[in-house]
């Protein structure tokens, strides 16, 4: 994540100690008067233990691609691109990446149910 999201200047913690810095370090409001939802799944991924963290960030990182400015996934600006262009891209890019975080990890809380499932049918039938 600080390779791939040009972090390495915010902090020099790493690894699941940079979950934690970026979970108190985001804003309470990135726009006035809209509660941080990337605050929040900070705090959420901050609060997680490592097994389940490192289940859920496998899950969600390939979405978070569109929001780098090399990748393809990300909306392309023009040569000389306004302000505007920029917050509709970002807005975009946004909005692309949480739906499709949503859809990963509602697909892992499906695969979880399932795993319980699984497990409890077979310690009745052992």
Same mark, same amino acid.
């Given at each position: 994540m600080v390779e791939k999201a040009n972090l390495r200047e915010l902090t020099?913690?790493?690894?699941?100690e940079l979950i934690n810095v970026l979970a108190v370090e985001i804003p309470e409001q990135l726009i006035p008067g809209i509660s941080s939802k990337l605050k929040l799944a900070f705090q959420v991924l901050a609060e997680f233990e490592l097994s389940d963290r490192g289940l859920v960030q496998y899950r969600i990182r390939p979405h978070l691609d569109g929001l780098t400015p090399k990748e393809a996934k990300t909306p392309k600006l023009t040569e *000389?691109?306004?302000v505007q262009q920029v917050f509709i891209n970002l807005k975009i890019a946004?909005?692309?990446s949480v739906r499709n975080c949503e859809k990963g *990890?509602?697909?892992l809380l499906s695969e979880s149910n399932q795993v319980w499932r699984n497990l409890w049918i077979a310690?009745?039938?052992l």
């Open positions: 020099l913690a790493r690894g699941s *000389l691109p306004s946004h909005i692309e *990890l509602k697909q310690a009745f039938v």
